[in-house]
Structure formats: C-alpha cells, structure tokens
C-alpha cells in the first residue's frame, strides 16, 4: 500500500497552521476516508462536516490541492501522492474550526428571497397537471446538494466580500428554480437587480465548473435571469409601464 | 443555570429530517412558537439519502389502486405486528401528504397526461412511489426546509440534545450543545417533538452517516419512555461494498424497479429459487413476466427481485454463505441488461437512476449501464421505536411526542421502501399539530437546575480525565460487535455474549478521552454519543433475545420458524427504577373487523 502526506489546515477563526499526517493509502479510497482515518487515530478533535459520504448532501466541501471539491467524491486515485494533498476549508467563508466553515450566509440570503406562489390549482381536487418537458429544465435547478462550492469559486464573494449584496450562483439557480417553476407567479427580478446583486456577476463560469451535480450555472440559470431583468428594466413598454404604476 | 442562554419555545423540535420539518411547519401553522434544534445543517438529514419515493394510493398510474390496497400490503410487509391504527391512517393521509408537497413547490416526475408519476417498489401491489428520479428525499427535504423558513421557525443547527428536561413525570424542554462553539444551550419548551431517525451507527455496515446515534430512542427512554419493536432491524439488501470506504452507503431498490435483477457469481437468478407462501400469488414466475411488470404491465406479477427487503437480504445472505457471492462478498445486481430489451438502455438507465449512475462511476469505476454492480445488505432502519399514540404521536410521558424514524408502529416486523417518506410527511404533521395542542392547553413548567448541572458535569468528563480511551475506538469496537453478534442472522448464545461485551464497553466508555476543547470537537460529540449506542444496542439485544421466532427483519438461526405465539404480541422496553433494562410482552389489539376484511380481500 501506498503512502500518502495529508496537509490538512488546523486551527480557528484567530490562528491556524497547515499540518501533516501520514496516511496509508488503499485502493477505492476518497479522501472524506483519509480524514476520518486521522481523526480516529492521529487528531481525534479535528473539525470536519460530513453525512453521506455520497455526493449527496453537500455537507463535505473543502478546497483539496485548491480545488473546490467534494472530500467524499475525490478518490485519491486522482491525486499525485508524491506530493503532500493540502486540505483546507472553504475560504470565501469565514472559519470556524479546521476543515469547517461558516455557511450562514447562504442560508440567510435564501430567506431574503421570495418564496413559492403557486397559480390556483387547475382542479377542485387541488392538483395541477404539469408535463415533464416543463419540469425537466427546474428539476436540473433542484438537483443542487448545496454543498456551496460555487459561491466558494465566485470572485464576487471570494475576492470582494459582497455576501451582502450578492446572493451568488447556488441562490442565483434557486431563483431560476423558483422563476421558471411551471406554476410560480412571483416576480423576482426587481430583487435580483436591487438586493440580490445579479449585476455584479460577470459570467466567468467558474461556478459552472466546479458544480459536483453538474448544474449548468451560468448558461442555464444565470443568464436567463439576466435577461428577465433586462426585460423587465429595459423593456421601454414595461419601462413606460413602470412610470405610471411606480 | 443563569450562565445558560435559554430559548424559550411552545413547542420545540429535535431533529431536522422530513418528519422534524413536517412536523414544525404544521405546529407553527396552528399559531405556537416553534424552535428546530438539528445535530446538523438544515438539508443535510438522511432524508437526503431517500432514494426510491413516497408510497401513496394516488392511484394516477394504476387507477386500481386505493387506501385500503395501500393498507393491505404494509400489514402484509410487517407480518402483521403492525399497529394497524397507525396503518390505517397512514394509507389514507398520505395521498393529500404528498399533493400538499406539490403545492409547496416540490416537483415530482409527470404522467403522460401531466400527474404525479408513481414507481413500483418491493411489497407494494401497484406503482405507487411518487419520485423524482432516484434523488426523492432530497426533493422533499428541500420542498419542507424552503417552505419552513418563511413560517416564523427559530433554527438552531449544529446542536444537539443531551437530556431531556422533566417537571412532575411532564417533559418541560431539553438540554444540549452547539457544535460551533461548544456551549451548552437550554430549551423551555411547553412541548417536545422527537424526529432524530435511526440508530444505524450501532453497526459496522450502515448506509447512515454518523448522526444516526439513537439519540431520541435513547432520551426518550431515559425519560420514562418506552421503545417498543427493537428487534426490528432493517437490512437493505442492496448497499454498496466496494470500495470499503464506501462499503454500507445505499443502491436504492429503484433499480429493481426499473427492471434491474441480482445474480450469483454463476449468472443465477437465485431469487427465483425461494419464493416465501405469502408472496407466491403475487410474484412472477418467470423472467418474462418480471420484467414486463416493471415495464407497467398491468397483467404481469412483480419479480421476486422486488420481494420485502428482510427476504431479499437473506437471500444474499445465503447466496454468499454458501460461496456463490462476488469477489467483494456480496452479490451482482444488474440493470445493464435491459439494452437487450430497450433500444436506448443506457440514456434510460441515466434518467431514471441518474445518481446510481454517478455513485458508481465516481466511487468504484463502474459503469451501470454496461456492467452490473457489488451489493449487499446494509443496517438501514429501525422499524422499533417510542411507542407513541396513533392519533397524536405522544409517547407514554405526557409532553413527549415523536415521529418518523425514532417512533415505532406503522412499519411492524418490516418495513416496505416508499412507506418511510410518507410515514414522515403524515405523522410528523400529526405530531406537529397535537404537539401544538398540548402547548396550548398546558403552561410552562419548572426546570430543574440539578438536572442541568448533572447532564453538564457528565458531558465535561471526557476532557478532565487521565486515561488514554479514544472514543472513534470504543464506537469502532461496539459496530463491529453489534455487527457480527446482533446482525442479520441471530442466534442466543451469540446475543447474550453481545450483553457481555456491551457491559465492558460502557466501562472502557467511562474512560474516554477527548483532547483540546469545546469548539467543533468531533472526539468530543462521538464521546457523547456512545452512551445513545449503548441504550439501543441494549435494546435491540434484548428484545431480539425474548422473540424466539423467525419474523420479518428478525432472523433468528436457533428459531427458524415463524410462531403464532408471538403474532400477536410486542416487547416493550422501559427503564426500571433501579437503572436496568426491563423487556415486558405487550399483546396488539385485536384488528378492527373492517380491516380484517380488507387484509382477507386483498390476500
Ligand atoms: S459566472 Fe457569475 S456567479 Fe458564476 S463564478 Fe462567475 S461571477 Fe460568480
Ligand atoms: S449549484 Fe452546484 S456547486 Fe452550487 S451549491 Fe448547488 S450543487 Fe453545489
Ligand atoms: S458527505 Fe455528503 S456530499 Fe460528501
């Protein structure tokens, strides 16, 4: 069996340090397992999230040799083992403890969006018919784990903070999800311009790329919300509207 | 205790799975002040996990379909040790269930003719699983977390529950940590929802992550309580076992649905080898036939591949004891083989199993739609529980509610797949709505600061002592004694040494040790969680001790027989006043005769 040098950042919101550990390395191993060998033998208090060990629940995001990655999704088999693997936690977040971030804000800025309105039902038992052709493009949107990779990558909340002012692409697909939804009749676009900062996205696609559920961010979510701004901004009958209805 | 924030609520919830959520959002409609504590992040529950569907008479795919059908084959699932009441309300609220999800924004794969798609699953007579591919529980989890956070609920994620708080015999709120920063935090709450899930973390092989620990069966029971059906252990027949890091983690039965078939390691059909009396009118007979039902042939039966999950794990069982497994000791479950009958398979196969396709693939280098996959069985339910109400979820100590997974009833001896989403969605609003009710009639009651500080001294211990016991070690030795000793097939003399080694490993657990300090301690939470392990190991033990027969998910080596005696009784667990376990038999009220009639019709 192979041998392989774990350099795993420790420490809290004040101080911090990477450090090795030493880990044999066996075939069909990720490293979600890596991590969880050297807790149970080398640093039983280190700091990590985890469920489902799948790919399915987004719990276990961390940037694995600066990529953002899912740790229960990397086999090592696609890691260079000659080199140290640094683990570190996602840093467009503040941090917690270790391989642990602060998620919150992601959480916060769903709330800040406007939920759910369904038309009337079609039938007086309640129900609505939807065809799949209709639902296949949302149910892409509803596939996200929200393992908050894609707002880790962004510039606009990495480089430049903005998690205030912009949402970012895994709220940005929520609001497609919502937008698009076959029987929603809410309007976000005021939102998305005003608060939700969908300007300051410049399309670089980065978010795209490191998708684990391979949603495809930019094209699909992104810019057909940019255009219903423009649309609804732009548009000189509905501007002309706006005028008289305020 | 002034040093403790406190929180105070009317009803407080614990756990944010389906039936945690469910249950929140129906207590906070009803007008109360309704708090969720969650050991993790919101969306992140098993739930997540659920793969298959909701089980629901709809009847959109199969218009022959109906509440009593629904009924019918539950009871069948769980050998009739059910409780039918909770059955029965079951199979008639989980159709509006499921379409209330739909209002809320939760969108299920369509019907030519635009209506909710239904699947077939094992032991349910007609397509009947509402879904969404293979990724169904995250579907539902998302639709009740979007919708709960617009209704007023305080979240408090991370945190988890380490005793609950009683007044006069009444639970009055619970006690607990958040991860983040490791202080202790105190619920005042008029009432308490229990909705933590399963206890598979008692086991080596398991599809559940590391919070399924048992932590309400364990605070319920502690607070006079009782469990109720512990030897009931579910086994899924299909989990991965390759690679061995993800050895446990879940191939949902979807796949069979879909046509997918197991083998031996010499091509075998086995399953068509055992087909048990019960099942025998229902069940194809040949593999033409299987497949053209799940193919939506009204006229063909179902293929024994899709026979109640404890049959099918047994079978794997047998094949693999007597050396016909796969080099990996478990099986081959192929659906790669249906390009012989499907022009495009493979496209097929991606649609419906889309996240199969990709856990395959990335995990074990295997392709689904060209070769078979590795599976065997896998600890994945409890169908043992709180024994609660079946109109109102209230356990045995007033004040104390559960449902979902922790509370125990519906399922009986087994548990068919589909029926645990919709058993969430009905009596976690069930519990959410008389939960509510009881805060509204009763006030708030007197917290005891002794019992505070007794559950905080206990939870410092592992950073103040002088040992070197490492609690990954202690958890690691339970799982693999629950495992070899308490496992699919069960034999006394095996049981009763399992009591043995559960007595040492409290003793080594007394000696845990966790370094550094409170602040997002894994060590320290798994410290924490291993007096939970013990209660339901203990439990399970006992209980699959005093029921000497073969039943559902209780396989038992020295009784391989099923016996009539026990068809009509449960073992109820209970804390005794002096500390220690007490099994006691429990006789099942006899079936109303309404409902007879409709388990004879549908035999
Ligand atoms: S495309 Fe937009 S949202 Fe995505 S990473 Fe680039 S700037 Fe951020
Ligand atoms: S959109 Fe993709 S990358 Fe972003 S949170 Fe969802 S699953 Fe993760
Ligand atoms: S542990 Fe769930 S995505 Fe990795």
């Known amino acids: ?69 899912l740790m229960c999704m990397t086999r090592m088999s696609t890691l260079d083992l000659s080199q140290p693997i640094t683990v570190e936690p996602m840093r467009a977040f503040p941090l917690v403890r270790d391989l642990v971030a602060h998620v919150g804000s992601n959480y916060r800025a769903k709330k800040s969006i406007r939920p759910f309105k369904p038309r009337p039902p079609d039938f007086p038992d309640g129900t609505w018919r939807m065809h799949q052709r209709d639902v296949d493009r949302v149910q892409e949107f509803r596939k996200c784990i929200e393992c908050f990779l894609c707002q880790d990558v962004c510039h606009v909340l ?65 810019i057909p919300l940019k255009e219903r701004v423009v649309d609804e901004y732009y548009d000189p009958i509905r501007r002309l509207f706006r005028v008289f209805t305020g | 205790m002034p040093h403790h924030p406190v929180h105070e609520y009317d009803v407080l919830v614990i756990g944010a799975g389906g039936a945690g959520l469910r249950a929140a959002i129906e207590a906070s409609s009803a007008g109360v002040k309704v708090g969720v504590v969650s050991k993790s992040l919101l969306g992140k529950a098993h739930t997540v996990m659920a793969e298959g569907g909701i089980a629901a008479a709809l009847a959109n795919t199969d218009t022959r379909d109906d509440w009593r059908v629904h009924f019918s084959d539950t009871m069948r699932g769980g050998q009739y040790v059910n409780n039918w009441r909770m059955a029965e ?88 940590y958040e991860r983040e920063r490791g202080r202790f935090q105190i619920f005042h709450a008029k009432a308490v929802v229990l909705a933590t899930g399963g206890i598979g973390r008692a086991f080596k092989i398991t599809s559940n992550s590391w919070e399924y620990t048992g932590d309400g069966h364990s605070l319920a029971y502690h ?62 007979d040949n593999e033409e036939e299987g497949w053209r039902y799940t193919q939506g042939d009204k006229n063909a039966r179902r293929p024994p591949e899709l026979l109640t999950r404890d049959h099918v794990a047994r079978c794997i069982v047998r094949e693999v004891r007597q050396g016909r497994g796969s080099p990996h000791g478990g099986v081959f479950l192929d659906v790669s083989w249906i390009k012989a009958k499907l022009p495009n398979a493979a496209e097929h196969i991606k649609k ?39 109109e109102t979820q209230m356990s045995d100590v007033p004040g104390l509610f559960a449902a979902g997974e922790c509370a125990a009833g519906i399922n009986g001896a087994n548990r068919l797949g589909g029926n645990s989403l919709s058993d969430l969605l009905v009596f976690g609003k069930r519990a959410g709505e008389h939960a509510a009710a009881y805060a509204k009639a009763n006030g708030a009651g007197q917290i005891n600061n002794a019992q505070i500080e007794k559950a905080e001294r206990a939870a410092m211990e592992p950073f103040e002592r002088n040992s070197a016991v490492n609690p990954y070690q202690v958890q690691e030795q339970l799982q693999d004694m629950m495992q070899d000793l308490v496992g699919i097939v069960r034999r006394e003399e095996e049981m009763l040494c399992a009591l043995d080694r559960l007595r040492e490993l409290r003793a ?85 005769p309404d409902l007879k009639q409709i388990i004879e019709e549908f035999k």
Not at chain 2, 550 to 578: M, V
């Open chain 2, 223 to 284: 607070a006079g309580a009782a469990l109720i059906d512990m030897e009931f252990v579910q086994f899924h027949p299909t989990g991965m076992i390759w690679p061995p890091g993800g050895r446990g983690i879940l191939v949902t039965e979807a796949v069979r649905g879909e046509g997918g078939i197991l083998l031996n390691k010499d091509g075998r059909r086995f399953m068509f080898d055992d087909i048990p009396p019960a099942y025998r009118n229902q069940t194809a």
């Open chain 2, 352 to 390: 419906k199993l889309p996240s199969m396709y990709h856990q395959f693939k990335q995990l074990a280098d295997v392709d689904i739609t060209r070769e078979p996959m590795e599976v065997g069985p896998t600890t994945h339910y409890v169908m043992g529980g709180v024994r609660v109400d079946a």
């Open chain 1, 1 to 69: 069996m192979a041998q392989a040098t774990f350099r795993i950042w420790r420490g809290d919101s004040q101080n911090g340090s990477f450090q090795d550990y030493n880990v044999e390395s066996a075939p069909g191993m990720v490293v979600l397992d890596a991590v969880h060998d050297i807790q149970g033998s080398q640093a039983p208090d280190l700091a990590v999230r985890w469920n489902c060990k799948a790919g399915r629940c987004g719990s276990c995001s961390a940037e694995i040799n600066g990529n953002p990655k």
């Open chain 2, 89 to 176: 309300i079951h199979a008639k609220e989980a159709p509006d269930r499921v379409r209330e999800l739909e209002a809320w924004g939760a969108l299920f794969d369509r019907t030519p003719d635009g209506r909710i798609l239904q699947r077939n699953f094992g032991g349910h007579r007609y397509p009947r699983l509402a879904h969404v591919g293979d990724r169904t529980g995250l579907e539902m989890i998302r639709t009740l977390q979007d919708h709960g956070i617009h209704k007023g609920i305080g979240f408090h994620m991370e945190t988890t529950m380490l005793t609950l708080l009683q007044d006069a015999g009444r639970v009055i709120g619970a006690f607990g």
């Open chain 1, 158 to 222: 990495r480089n430049h903070g903005l998690h205030e002012q912009f949402i970012g692409p895994r709220l940005f697909v929520y609001s497609a999800a919502l937008e698009m939804h076959p029987l929603d009749t809410e309007s976000r676009a005021g939102a998305l311009k005003h608060s939700h900062g969908i300007g300051f996205c410049n399309i670089t696609k980065c978010c795209t790329k490191v998708c684990p559920e391979e949603i495809t961010i930019t094209d699909n979510a992104i």
């Open chain 2, 508 to 592: 080594q657990a007394a000696q845990v040790v966790v370094p550094g300090n409170r602040e997002y301690n894994n060590g320290w939470h798994t410290a924490l969680d291993l007096d939970n392990l013990f209660t339901v190991s203990e439990a399970i033990t006992r209980a699959a001790l005093e029921r000497r027969e073969c039943r559902g998910a209780q396989f038992r080596d020295d009784y391989p027989e099923k016996d009539s005696t026990y068809g009509a009784i449960s073992f109820l667990i209970r804390k005794a006043a002096d500390g220690s376990m007490q099994v006691s038999r429990e006789p099942i009220p006899e079936l109303r």
